[in-house]
Nanobody, 128 residues
């Protein structure tokens, strides 16, 4: 069983920065992707950013491209989401997800159904 634990959320002003962390435990081999999704109040969960484990390739939603950066620390089995120039529309619960199935790429890294494990979420609130 894999556990994902997010941290780093909080309240920040418009234009500010936050760094989220997601630590994975229980299994790291055969991981294909780790990603960040977010869910705005009353809306469906949406893709934000992803990193491919084997070569660190990164993927971003258009809404965060150029402002967010996803990275990983192999030794700690942890990924990070550096969020800069935050906007009120970035206010959401941010979830970490991990994909272990080789079909993840075929399903699509931006699709929530590609992922096998999810964290509990961390709230990010951007105030104006």
């Amino acid at each position: 069983q894999v556990q994902l634990v997010e941290s780093g959320g909080g309240l920040v002003q418009v234009g500010g920065s936050l760094r989220l962390s997601c630590a994975a435990s229980g299994r790291s081999f055969s991981m294909y992707y780790m990603s960040w999704f977010r869910q705005h109040p009353g809306k469906e969960r949406e893709f934000a950013a992803a990193i491919r484990w084997r070569d660190r390739s990164t993927y971003y939603a258009d809404s965060v491209e150029g402002r967010f950066a996803v990275s990983r620390d192999n030794a700690k089995n942890t990924i990070y989401l550096e969020m800069n120039n935050l906007k009120p529309e970035d206010t959401a619960v941010y979830y970490c997800a991990a994909a272990f199935s080789p079909t993840a790429q075929a399903v699509g890294v931006r699709m929530s159904r590609a992922y096998d494990y999810w964290g509990q979420g961390t709230q990010v609130t951007v105030s104006s």
